[in-house]
């Protein structure tokens, strides 16, 4: 069967993008990685995604007039790569409404705090000020408002006392890179669906859509 191809939006360092393109070498895997693309040209993941043999474009949005012309650049770039699931990973451009409306349902996003809580920016600190002693991260649908689409699946850390910001986003990441490649597989074999604004995942076992980690 023809895998899934996938496009990244990437803004930075691209962990994520590398957890997916790792992934993705493993022969069974279902999805590849079909092109990468960032809006920031010195972004270190393009270098990787590129050592990878991945497509790696910058379209850098200062290059455009407004943010849906650019939003429509980025479309134009992931179409000449048929890709069939745009996947953000760290992708810092907030977009027009025209683009989660022309990729609804095939336009994914990794988030490090468990949604709907701590939206936007700097959000382990938001979730060491809040007292929180449970964050993580979530892999979500996107839709025009931010950070506020249908849950896909989540993988939940404890917060310890004495993290920063820093250390308690570390040990998110790593869960996210656990995450992001699971629900990449799971929508290439078809097994996410949305209804009612509600995701099913069919067919992984129970508990598979929310990962617990204790490690410190
Ligand atoms: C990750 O924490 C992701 O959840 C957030 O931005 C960060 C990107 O990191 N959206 P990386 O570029 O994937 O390393």
């Known amino acids: 069967m023809a ?3 996938v496009g ?6 691209g962990s994520n993008m590398a957890a997916l393109i790792e992934a993705a070498r493993e022969p069974g895997y279902p999805a590849e990685i079909a092109c990468v693309v960032s809006n920031v ?19 850098p949005h200062k290059d455009f007039a407004d943010r849906e012309s650019f939003d429509r650049a980025v479309s134009a770039e992931l ?15 907030i977009q027009s409404p025209w683009f989660p409306e022309r990729w609804a349902g ?7 705090s468990l949604l ?6 700097n959000v382990q600190q938001q979730a060491l000020d809040a007292g929180a002693r449970l964050s ?17 699946a989540q993988a939940a850390v404890p917060v310890l006392a004495g993290d920063t910001a820093d250390t308690l986003a570390a040990r998110i990441l790593r869960q996210e890179h656990r995450l992001y490649p699971r629900v990449v597989r ?31």
């Open 3 to 5: 895998k899934l191809r």
């Open 8 to 13: 990244i939006l990437i803004s930075g360092r």
């Open 41 to 59: 040209a010195s972004a270190a993941g393009l270098e990787i995604a590129k050592k990878a043999g991945v497509a790696a474009t910058a379209l």
């Open 79 to 93: 179409e000449k790569h048929g890709v069939g699931l745009v996947a953000m990973a760290g992708f810092m451009r």
């Open 106 to 112: 095939r336009l994914i996003n990794i988030h490090p």
């Open 116 to 121: 709907p809580a701590f939206k936007g920016l």
């Open 136 to 152: 993580g991260c979530t892999v979500h649908f996107v839709t025009p408002e931010l950070d506020s689409g249908p849950i896909i």
């Open 186 to 216: 799971w929508f290439a074999e078809g097994r996410i669906a949305l209804n009612n604004g509600r995701v099913e995942v069919a067919g992984v076992p129970q508990g598979a859509t929310l990962l617990f980690s204790a490690e410190p």
